[in-house]
C-alpha cells in the first residue's frame, strides 16, 4: 500500500521521526492551558527535541554494511572485530585522535591512543553506527563537524581528515 521508496524513507528515519513526534506532542500538551500542562509539555518538548538532535546528528553514521567485520561499544572501549583486517580494542579514555581517510575506495576510522597503537575500522562495517554514540564522550568533539566529515571523505571527498584531537 506504501511505496517501496517511502517505506525505505520511513525506515532509515524512524528514529528521528518518532523523537519529533514526542517534541511535537510535548508543544501540544503545552497549549492544554494552565501552568501545570505548560510545564509538563514543555519538558516533553525539550527532551523529544534533543532526542530529535541526536537522531539528526547520528544519521550519516548509519549505512548499509559493506565491509566485513563487526564493531562493539562495550564498557567504554571500542572493539573492532576484523574479518579481513586487523581487529583490536581501543578505549575511550586512551584515545587521542579520531581520523577519516579513504584507502582503496572505501571510507576508514582511524583511531589512535597513548600508546600511538591505531585502529582502522570501515565506515560501513557492521555495527560501526554505535561509533556516533561512543564519539559523543570525547571531550571537545562536534558531532556536526564529524557528520560533515563523514559525508565529505566517504563522497569521495578528501583522501584523509582530522576529525578530534584531544585537548592537552
Not at 18 to 35: H, K, N, P, Q
Not at 50 to 61: E, K, N, Q
Not at 83 to 109: C, K, N, S
Amino acid at each position: 500500500m506504501i511505496r517501496p521508496r517511502l517505506q525505505a524513507l520511513l525506515r532509515e528515519n524512524a528514529e528521528l521521526l518518532i523523537y519529533a513526534a514526542v517534541a511535537l506532542f510535548g508543544l501540544w500538551v503545552t497549549f492544554w492551558g494552565g501552568w501545570f500542562f505548560a510545564v509538563l509539555g514543555g519538558g516533553v518538548a525539550a527532551v523529544g527535541a534533543s532526542l530529535a538532535l541526536g537522531a539528526l546528528r547520528r544519521g550519516p553514521f548509519r549505512r548499509p554494511v559493506g565491509a566485513p567485520g563487526v564493531v562493539e561499544i562495550v564498557e567504554g572501549a571500542i572493539r573492532y572485530y576484523g574479518a579481513t583486517e586487523m581487529g583490536g580494542e581501543i578505549p575511550l579514555r586512551d584515545l587521542v585522535e579520531i581520523r577519516l581517510l579513504r584507502l582503496e575506495g572505501r571510507a576508514h576510522w582511524r583511531l589512535r591512543s597513548q600508546s600511538a597503537e591505531a585502529m582502522l575500522i570501515p565506515v560501513d562495517a557492521a555495527g560501526s553506527a554505535a561509533l556516533a554514540d561512543a564519539f559523543t564522550a570525547l571531550p571537545g568533539l562536534h558531532m556536526g563537524a564529524v557528520s560533515a566529515a563523514l559525508a565529505q571523505v566517504a563522497d569521495q571527498g578528501d583522501a584523509m581528515r582530522t576529525v578530534w584531537r584531544r585537548p592537552v
